[in-house]
């Protein structure tokens, strides 16, 4: 093997700061330790979220509307934390030690809210009738709340691209192994929440709060150990300093130059004379013909040279011009991901009021908690993921001829048309269970004789939605992020989920205003068995038909990225 051969061409190097061996770094030797970390992560970020709205309505003594807002602000706030992460991996710290830093801050998170169901004195104190949280003991478990908030924040945007670093991506062969990287990462985080969903919702229902609490702290703790086992087989991708510096020369260099003609030749734009790219860790980027206004920065004129070198907030290359243009292009295929992120957060909140309404038994003795019917969600995302790998991609392949299937924009869309589905199943499920409450005169019992298992089909749908459109997006934004940018990209199609469950605060909080006025119960009342929960539904089944046509037209409208060269 000739030695250019022996490293790889992506700019990754070893724990040890020298160029990454092949043979001895990345690939699924490797990525065993990443996925058993996120599978562990994954486990104890369900633990302690999937049933929370539960929690807080229990252990905190909060309403419907208040426990279901509390939940998804502070979800939506876990997906927002990963752009500081990203910030600090692609800018700073690089991906490696961003994840290694925030488990610490991760595990104080996890450790500080078990203390808060199990410590005399955090513990808020129950009668028979109702639990008295204190100020100080809500204010304690939001402080713990949002530690883990901030904890996630530096490893959701990193694990998955850091995951994909494994493989060099000059390398045909490696490059065809990343693409079922991703298929694979998701099955292991669905794997921690089938768990997390069965077995430890059912804990913190029966066996208490400190122990529902107290495994997934653990788990995070074995999520940690995992990570850093792998320490000698990963690749590491350099920071390429602040990218957001990178953008704003753009930006200000392009009105510097509004009034420069930019060439119709486009070899005559400014760009290194290397093969590398003076960007740490990047190739360079070819120039694309959509936002041509950015391309002026990239024009040389006479007043771009300070001391006999480029002033970079005056003339930019080709490849920092088509960092911004990429990113900007990205922005609408993000916006159509937020409708699916709020139909999503539904399973966390709507799903799990619904579920508390019907009758839970499994048997004469056992009793199912509503949130762990989220396991059915997990279950099918575990049969899909692999299906779509071995059997959907091969069989598209025939009549599409794309080595992937489908195209990443394809692949997106029909999740989005999936999850239509899911919704309208909701709500032809809630008005089957207002039927019987009206026909019965069910108004005032607290569980209706209608087993919670027809929850089922609503869960599954979303499963399936989620191996085409979150998957999807994963390895979207992975592969059409500027190299020295994909963290930052990768925590933008997360915020796409924060954005989602804000949008269903919204949704609820303005429904809930219009329609309680004169004095009416409105849609999502206390008693779900005088509201209209159905409506809620409906709308959201429009809302996702209304976003599905846009996004036909944003995915017909978009420009791949075209990487040239090596890393430097």
């Known amino acids: 093997m000739a030695e250019e051969d022996i490293y790889t061409k992506d700019g990754t190097v070893d724990i040890h700061k020298k160029p990454a061996n092949k043979k001895k770094t990345g690939n699924w030797k490797a990525c065993r330790f990443i996925l058993g970390n996120e599978c562990c992560e994954r486990l104890a970020y369900y633990g302690m979220s999937t049933n929370l709205v539960n929690y807080l309505q229990k252990q905190l003594n909060q309403g419907n509307v208040t426990a279901s807002n ?71 478990t939001f402080v713990a709340l949002y530690l883990i908030a901030l904890g996630t924040g530096g490893i959701k945007p990193c694990v998955s691209s850091f995951g994909a670093d494994q493989f060099d991506e000059t390398d045909d062969g490696e490059r065809e192994k990343k693409s079922s990287f991703f298929n694979w990462f998701y099955l292991s985080i669905n794997i921690g929440a089938l768990v997390a969903s069965s077995v430890l919702v059912w804990i913190q229902m029966n066996v208490g709060w400190g122990w529902g609490f107290g495994i997934p702290a653990v788990a995070m703790a074995i999520a940690v150990v995992f990570f ?12 390429g300093g602040s990218p957001l510096t990178r953008i704003m020369q753009v930006i200000v ?51 771009d040279q300070v001391k006999g070198s480029a002033d970079p907030w005056r003339l930019c290359t080709v490849t920092q011009v088509e960092e911004l243009k990429a990113i900007i292009r990205l922005l609408p295929v993000w916006a159509s991901g937020i409708v699916f992120a709020t139909v999503y957060s539904q399973m966390s909140t709507m799903f799990v009021l619904q579920g508390n309404t019907m009758d839970q038994h499994m048997g004469p003795n056992f009793k199912i908690p509503s949130a762990s019917l989220s396991l059915f969600d997990t279950l099918s995302v575990i049969f ?47 008005v089957v269970r207002l039927n019987i409450v009206k026909r019965n005169n069910y108004y005032d019992i607290e569980t209706i004789p209608m087993t919670i298992f027809w929850q089922v089909p609503q869960y599954f749908i979303v499963g399936c939605a989620e191996v085409f459109t979150f998957i999807g997006q994963l390895e979207f934004f992975y592969d059409q992020a500027p190299d020295a940018m994909r963290s930052l990209c990768s925590a933008l199609s997360l915020t796409t989920v924060a ?70």
């Open 253 to 303: 260099a392009s009105f510097r130059k509004s009034n420069v003609v930019v060439p119709a030749d486009k070899s005559l734009l400014y760009e290194t004379a290397d093969e590398e790219c003076n960007i740490q860790g990047s190739r360079k980027l070819e120039s694309t013909n959509k936002f041509k206004f950015f391309d002026k920065a990239a024009v040389e004129t006479q007043t």
């Open 499 to 568: 954005v989602g469950n804000y949008l269903s605060t919204l949704l609820v909080t303005i429904v809930t205003k219009v329609t309680t006025r004169n004095g009416k119960l409105g849609w999502i009342p206390d008693n779900l068995n005088r509201g209209h929960l159905d409506y809620f539904y409906w709308l959201l089944a429009i809302l996702s038909v209304l976003n599905f046509l846009v996004y036909l037209w944003i995915a017909k409208w978009f420009t791949y990225k075209k990487a040239t060269g090596r890393a430097n």
């Open 228 to 239: 850093f086992s792998g320490s000698r087989l990963y690749r590491i991708q350099k920071p």
């Open 70 to 140: 509390n939940v998804t602000n502070w979800s939506g706030t876990c997906y927002i934390t990963p752009l500081i992460g990203a910030f600090l991996a692609d800018s700073y710290m690089g991906r490696f030690w961003t994840i290694a830093s925030f488990s610490i801050i991760y595990c104080l998170g996890m450790t500080l809210l078990t203390l808060t169901a199990s410590v005399s004195g955090l513990k808020p104190s129950c009668d028979k009738d109702a639990c008295h949280p204190t100020g100080a003991q809500t204010a304690v």
């Open 384 to 430: 899909w993921a692999p299906v779509y790998d071995i059997v959907i991609v091969p069989f598209a392949r025939k009549f599409t001829g794309h080595e992937r299937g489908f195209t990443q924009l394809q692949r997106m869309g029909i999740g989005l048309l999936i999850s239509i589905f899911s919704m309208v199943a909701a709500g032809i499920l809630e």
